[in-house]
């Protein structure tokens, strides 16, 4: 997500490919890192047609990413889908 090269160290350069094709590239990543209770709107409006949001949102799901949007998410709808996705898993093993 946004200029993610130089916030952070990337496991291999896959990681990076879907970041040249982002939407976000070259925005300021403050709007994407909101402060508690601001609004999220502006940047999930940038994420909304991004080519790479689900790559975006898959990176920050495997990586942990506890903070700020990631392919249009917050924290929190993270948060929510990690446990749906746990619960489908343990409904499929005990199927």
Known sequence: ???L???MMF???EDRDWQERS???GVDPDLFFPERGASTKEA???CAGCEVKLECLEYALAHGEKFGIWG???ERERRR???QRALARRSAVSA
Do not use: I, P, Y
Request: hydrophobic content about 40%.
């Open 1 to 3: 997500m946004f200029e």
């Open 5 to 7: 090269a130089d916030q």
């Open 11 to 13: 496991d291999n350069s």
């Open 23 to 25: 939407n976000c590239l």
């Open 44 to 46: 999930k409006a940038v």
């Open 72 to 74: 249009g998410m917050s």
């Open 81 to 83: 889908l990690r446990r």
